[in-house]
């Protein structure tokens, strides 16, 4: 357990005093790494990705430090609305949006938008006035637990002539953006790409695309299992080719995991218990359509713990659904457990709560 995290006692007053599932953040840890993340990045400015844990708290938290925030979705907007984030501390990073995310983003005062291909960027046309839209270019990550860049991102060879293109419409680029993927094993693709779009950034200065912002993305990893990233180290790399770039280019970035998966930890209780073929089962009032979504959806597992003592066996948690797919856990070695005993999850802020469902009219784990 590292020593910022709640320990067992704190752990189980709260489940107690608000009932479980339940998703305990931690302000003061999600404020110690926004200011270790700024500063391992110096003179970057932070948008939190707000899909990696949209959730009020969060904004409010965030928005009382100074961070930017990057929205994909007229409901990010309405989150921001409601904290009163100011509108110019926002930018709009999906690839792809309905006319209406447009208009909605607009209307917020959102001005910042992200294209990657020519049908996106015409969609501008009759808001090219009051936009200043970032490329976004791809570079393929194997070293990524998520590559988002097979989904997304023209190519460096097409960039120019989506430029020309935007100069021949009107519509103002005022950036270039990629995201390397998320949960990056290292840092060696985001050099490689930040060397790449500041040379295509030079041509096109020549070239009359008055390029003047540098959108890296996310990727900055959490640690889920028994690792230590320090985060400066980590950064290092990035920090260097940044500056080399010239001064007048402004830099951004758009973390989300980095920031919130440390600073929620999930409290489960045992609501069921059997013993089948293949040893005990444990049932949790939360699983794979709940808090635990991230380990389909983002390839995520998150170090259990429980409370209970005793010699152990080899256990299966399950969560509480009627789907035999939400199966949480198999073979780990726990304690016996009895009916309301507390399963503690670390590491869940990102990708979790935000990728709940209601399956079976199931309540979602609230968050305090
Ligand atoms: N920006 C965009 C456009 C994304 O799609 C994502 C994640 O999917 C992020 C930022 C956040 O990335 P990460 O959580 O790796 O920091």
Redesign the pocket.
Known sequence: MNASMPDHADLSALAAEHGTPLLVLDCAELERRYRALAAALPGVDLYY?I??LPDPQVIRALNALGSGF?V?SAGELALLRAGRVDPRRAIH??PIKKPADIKAALRFGCTTF?VDNPAELEKFLPFRHRVGLMLRVRFRNPGAV?D?SRKFGCSPEEAPMLLARARQLGIPVKGLSF?VG??SDGAATHVAAIRECAALIARERAHGSPLSVLDI????PADYADTKTDIAEWCAPIAEALAALPPSLEVIA?????LVAPAVTGLFSVVGQAVRDDGRWYYLDDGLYGSFSGQLYDHSRYSLEVIAEGPTSPATLAGPTCDSIDVIAEGIELPVLSIGDLVIGRTMG?YTAASATDFNALPRARIV
């Open positions: 990705a899909k990696a990057d994909a990073t999906h992200v998520c988002l995201h998320s949960q993305g996310g990727g900055f758009e973390p989300g995991r980095y990102a």
